[in-house]
Nanobody
Framework: QVQLVESGGGLVQAGGSLRLSCVAS????????MRWYRQAPGKQRELVAA?????NYADSVKGRFTISRDNAKNTVYLQMNSLKPEDTGVYYC??????????????WGQGTQVTVSS
């Protein structure tokens, strides 16, 4: 069993910053790609950033958000600067995990709310 737990969401004014964290725990042999998604009210979930063989960002967050990892802690971060009201949504962590039984699955966290006021 693997769990992903996000933290760091909250309410911030436009132009402000937040740092999200996601810790993976459980039977983890290896984590390949870790991703951050977000879902705004009434909209589909969208990929924000990914960290694997390479790092990728959605066009809407390039230059403002930074994804990073601490592999020793099975943790991924999302530093969000110059936040805009359109960044509001629930942010979800996602990970591709191989467990000690050599079974590979992907997992989702429960999400953390980010609200940016104008």
């Amino acid at each position: 069993q693997v769990q992903l737990v996000e933290s760091g969401g909250g309410l911030v004014q436009a132009g402000g910053s937040l740092r999200l964290s996601c810790v993976a725990s459980g039977s983890i042999k290896r984590i390949d790609t870790m991703r951050w998604y977000r879902q705004a009210p009434g909209k589909q979930r969208e990929l924000v950033a990914a960290s694997g063989v390479s790092i990728n960002y959605a066009d809407s967050v390039k230059g403002r958000f930074t994804i990073s990892r601490d592999n020793a802690k099975n943790t991924v971060y999302l530093q969000m600067n110059s936040l805009k009201p359109e960044d509001t949504g629930v942010y979800y962590c996602h990970a591709d995990v191989t467990d000690w039984g050599l079974v590979s699955r992907n997992y989702w966290g429960q999400g953390t709310q980010v609200t940016v006021s104008s």
